[in-house]
T-cell receptor, first 113, second 106 residues
Framework: EAEVAQSPRYKITEKSQAVAFWCDPI?????LYWYRQILGQGPELLVQ????????DSQLPKDRFSAERLKGVDSTLKIQPAELGDSAMYLC???????????FGPGTRLTVL | KNEVEQSPQNLTAQEGEFITINCSYS?????LHWLQQHPGGGIVSLFM???GKKKHGRLIATINIQEKHSSLHITASHPRDSAVYIC????????FGTGTRLQVFP
């Protein structure tokens, strides 16, 4: 069964460093999402892509976060510089339209020291 | 006030018990998802509902659109059901509840 792939699974970094996360959605899924989930809370949408275009990045802290999906397939989320409050699980999901549902990757757990 | 509220926040049960998790929302939606998140972070979609009731194995999900309320039931609960259960509603985007942490003890 096809899955959403993410790497790395775990990342520990010091504040002010740069980090990058990678996501490979299920083949053929044009819509890709990046979510941030702080411990004890539900996921929060950071950015939504339709193919290579950003359709919603209203909740993305653009001073330090960036996301790209250059060829409309895999995607990278970057944080520079990382801050202590960025410690969270970063989840990637891709969307199927039939049935209409999102498939989540295993996430990248970021710890900023 | 959150647009999606779940209750309870934490739930413990003995193996075999019947479990109910509730979700209330305050926005107009086209669908509601129940998701399961195991320790380690992976999220699995359990149900997508737009009306009525769905059943899969020991899991049953219901939704009342007029009352803006959904419930997830687990019959004959088992320790492997221990996870966080998240309700998410589809408005203009997916809005998530904060989750219900379920622990089932043998």
């Amino acid at each position: 069964e096809a899955e959403v792939a993410q790497s790395p699974r775990y990342k520990i970094t010091e504040k002010s460093q740069a980090v990058a996360f990678w996501c490979d959605p299920i083949s053929g899924h044009a819509t890709l999402y990046w979510y941030r989930q702080i411990l004890g809370q539900g996921p929060e949408l950071l950015v939504q892509f339709q193919d290579e275009s950003v359709v919603d990045d209203s909740q993305l802290p653009k001073d330090r976060f960036s996301a790209e999906r250059l060829k409309g397939v895999d995607s990278t989320l970057k944080i520079q510089p990382a801050e202590l409050g960025d410690s969270a699980m970063y989840l990637c999901a891709s969307r199927s339209y039939n049935p209409d549902t999102q498939y989540f990757g295993p996430g990248t757990r970021l710890t900023v020291l | 006030k959150n647009e999606v509220e779940q209750s309870p926040q934490n739930l413990t049960a003995q193996e075999g018990e019947f479990i109910t998790i509730n979700c209330s929302y305050s926005v107009g939606i086209s669908a509601l998802h129940w998701l399961q998140q195991h320790p380690g972070g992976g999220i699995v979609s359990l149900f997508m509902l737009s009306s009525g009731k769905k059943k899969h194995g020991r899991l049953i999900a219901t939704i009342n659109i007029q009352e803006k309320h959904s419930s997830l039931h687990i019959t004959a609960s088992h320790p492997r059901d221990s996870a966080v259960y998240i309700c998410a509603v589809k408005a203009d985007k997916l809005i998530f509840g904060t989750g219900t942490r379920l622990q089932v003890f043998p």
